[in-house]
Each structure stands twice: as structure tokens, then as C-alpha cells.
């Protein structure tokens, strides 16, 4: 387990905010699909909700950078998370008034969507600017964050299954609304000077291009003048798709195929606490050693974890694996959310990774479209090792990528509360 204490109250603030705002998202990612299936009784609607909502996700997260390039970084976090709040609790209202059917979950699942990529990219975009207010090495606020996360992993989804058991569905939308409320009511108490983009590097003070040059202007900074800005998003897009194929198509696969389905929440949990400690080491000892270091490290292990898990070994293999590539993960993780802290220009933070959580959530799909092709054509044992070639080759490339040997060239953002 990471500690906290010695930071001082904005980043504090900050973590107990990203964590609600985290647990909501992940009960919901669970429960929605559950109450669509319990009000409509088909399985068909609950997989058209998800395809529905993932257009608008998308796009909404590479529109909104602009946005969030614009205004005060506070006060983005604080509106995308009201309007997850408010399109889960319309959910119930409508359904007291006129009844709920699938077009309603649409509906309120489009207007979520435009709210959750954009709010996460909020919550990034003002990373910088709580490190310098709370006076905490960037690599502590990262590590802890990491941790933060797998937590939620394993948190959010029992949750879920646990608050479907106890109250009906209203009740379940109602309580998930009032943690993503919450997690806007905690960002309210960050001073609103730490949401300000600096003076000097506001687009909207300093060009009059529109919001559609604004954009393209991120991107050409992501895709065309920053390789090691581009070489870290394909990085971290690799291993989205490997990861969620493995766990969505895979692992699923074979735990029913040997009659131990009941054994893939465990290998989840296995890698949840791999990252848990992975980010709590990184928290803690980040600061020592080179960068670099910490990069092979983290590579190397990611590809040992990938690369057993994908073998199907026996199932206490399986786990050592699971937990090897939530340790190396979360070491990766958090040293690759410093660099990003440092390498992306103030007045592109916000587009720039507006359009990386936007591919990154067309990432977890693509996996699993894949390998569930691979293993119609090929069978299951293909589908997993094409995922663990396609990581090691991708580890292997970027360990001899020109733009990712120099992590040290950024000066680590630490600053004072003022």
C-alpha cells in the first residue's frame, strides 16, 4: 500500500476525487449493461448500448481537448463529472415517469459518454499543476495514483455485483450518480488558481485560429513533431490491446473450456495487486536510479507477464504471470505519467491527451475483435500467443527507439503551493 501522508491537502483532494470519479465509472461500466439486460430482457440491447456510446466516447474526447485547452482545468473536471452524474440519475427519474427502454439507456448513455474520455482527460491535464500546488515529486503523486487505480480494479467491479444483489437497479444508478457528484463537489475545494492555464500559453489569448484548427494543431504535435510523444502513445496503445484481449477473449476462453471460469476474477485480482505494488514502488523509490532503468525494467516485465500468461500454463503459472505484469505495469505506468507531466506542452495538454484516451478506448475493442478472429481461424492457443509476439516484438522496438532512450531530458515537476 502506498501512504499519503506528508502530502499536503491539493493533491490530496485530487486522489480522493480521481478515486470517485474512478469507483463510479467502473460500477457503472458493470452494472448498466446488468439493468439494460433486467429491463429488456435481451442480451442484444446491452451489446447495442455498448456500441451506441462508443462513437460519441470517442469523439467527444478529441473535441473536448480543445475545450479544455480553453477553460479553467478545475472547473472541466468538475462539469464532465456532473454530467455523468446527471445522465445516470436521469435513468431512474425517467423510468418513475414514462418507463425505461433501450432507446433511454441510449440517450443517457450517449450524453455520459461525452463526460467520461473528456473528464479523465481533464483530470490529467491539471496533473501538472497539482504537483507544483502541493509541492509532491511528480513520481510520488504518479505511484500513488497507479495504486489508486488498481484498486478501483478490483473494488469497482465487486461493487457492482454486490450493490445489484442488495437494491434494485434505481437505487444502484442513484448511488453511482452520487459518487461521480462527489468526486465534483471534492474538486470544488481545489483553489480555482490551480485549475488557470498559465498566462501566455492559452491558445484562445494567442491565436485567433478556430477550434478546428486548435485541434489539428494537437494532433500534428502528437503524430507529426514529437516522437517521443508519438512512440509513447503507440507504446501505451499495444498494450491496452494486448491486455484487454487477453483478459475479454482469452483467459475467458480457456478458464471455460478447463471448466474454471470461476478462476479468471482471481487472475484479475492477481494483476490488480501486481499493480497496486508496482505503483506503491515507484512512489517510493522513483526518484532513484536512472530513468532508464526503470523503463527497461518495466518493459522486460511486462513482457514476461504477457508472454506467460499467453503460454496457458497451469493455472498457479497463470497467476505468477498475472501478477509479474501488474507489478512491471504499474512501475511503466507511473513513470510514463511523469513524462508525460513533463514532455506535453502546457497549451496542447488537453488535445494532446484528449485524442491518446480517445484511441485508447477504441484499443480494448481492436484487441479483442482480433484475437476472438485469430482464435475462429486458428484456435485459442494462437490467438494467445499472436498477443504475447505482438508485445514482445513492440517491447524490443521500443527499447531500440531512438526517441525513448533520453527520459531524463525533462526537469521533474515539484514546485511550491504559493
Do not use: C
Not at 472547473?75 to 425517467?94: E, G, M, N, Q
Amino acid at each position: 500500500m502506498v501512504s499519503t501522508g506528508g502530502m499536503k491537502p491539493v493533491p490530496l483532494i485530487y486522489l480522493a476525487s480521481y478515486a470517485l470519479s474512478l469507483l463510479g465509472n467502473s460500477i457503472a461500466a458493470v452494472a448498466l449493461p446488468l439493468i439494460v439486460l433486467q429491463t429488456t430482457g435481451s442480451v442484444l440491447s446491452a451489446g447495442i448500448l455498448s456500441a451506441a456510446t462508443a462513437v460519441p466516447a470517442f469523439v467527444s474526447g478529441l473535441v473536448m481537448g480543445v475545450v479544455i485547452d480553453r477553460i479553467n482545468r478545475r472547473t472541466s473536471s468538475v462539469i464532465t463529472d456532473l454530467i455523468s452524474a446527471a445522465s445516470l440519475a436521469a435513468l431512474p427519474v425517467v423510468d418513475l415517469v414514462t418507463g425505461l427502454n433501450l432507446g433511454w439507456f441510449i440517450l443517457f448513455g450517449i450524453i455520459g459518454a461525452v463526460g467520461d474520455v473528456p473528464g479523465m482527460t481533464a483530470r490529467e491535464a491539471i496533473l501538472p499543476a497539482i504537483v507544483r500546488a502541493g509541492g509532491v515529486p511528480a513520481h510520488r503523486l504518479m505511484g500513488v495514483r497507479e495504486s489508486i487505480g488498481a484498486l478501483i480494479m478490483v473494488i469497482g467491479p465487486a461493487a457492482a455485483g454486490s450493490l445489484l444483489v442488495l437494491f434494485d437497479g434505481s437505487m444502484v444508478l442513484w448511488i453511482t450518480a452520487g459518487t461521480s457528484s462527489a468526486a465534483a463537489m471534492l474538486t470544488l475545494l481545489i483553489p480555482r488558481h490551480v485549475g488557470v492555464i498559465p498566462a501566455g500559453t492559452d491558445p484562445a489569448s494567442s491565436s485567433p485560429a478556430s477550434g478546428w484548427g486548435l485541434l489539428k494543431e494537437g494532433w500534428r504535435v502528437l503524430f507529426r513533431r514529437d516522437r517521443f510523444l508519438l512512440a509513447v502513445t503507440m507504446l501505451n496503445l499495444v498494450l491496452i490491446t494486448v491486455i484487454v484481449s487477453l483478459q475479454g477473449i482469452v483467459l475467458p476462453a480457456h478458464f471455460t473450456l478447463i471448466g474454471r471460469m470461476e478462476t479468471l476474477g482471481f487472475v484479475l485480482t492477481a494483476i490488480a495487486a501486481g499493480t497496486l505494488v508496482g505503483g506503491g514502488l515507484y512512489a517510493a523509490l522513483g526518484a532513484r536510479g536512472s530513468r532508464r532503468a526503470w523503463f527497461v525494467t518495466g518493459l522486460l516485465g511486462t513482457a514476461v507477464g504477457i508472454g506467460v500468461i499467453s503460454a496457458l500454463p497451469p493455472i498457479w503459472v497463470v497467476f505468477t504471470g498475472a501478477f509479474v505484469l501488474g507489478l512491471s505495469s504499474g512501475l511503466l505506468g507511473g513513470l510514463l505519467g511523469v513524462l508525460m507531466i513533463e514532455r506535453i506542452p502546457e497549451d496542447l495538454r488537453g488535445r494532446v491527451m484528449g485524442t491518446q484516451n480517445s484511441l485508447m478506448m477504441i484499443a480494448g475493442p481492436a484487441g479483442i475483435l482480433a484475437a476472438a478472429l485469430i482464435g475462429h481461424l486458428g484456435g485459442l492457443a494462437a490467438a494467445g500467443i499472436t498477443m504475447g509476439v505482438v508485445w514482445v516484438v513492440t517491447v524490443l522496438a521500443a527499447l531500440r527507439a531512438p526517441a525513448l532512450r533520453n527520459l531524463g531530458a525533462g526537469q521533474e515537476v515539484t514546485g511550491r503551493a504559493k
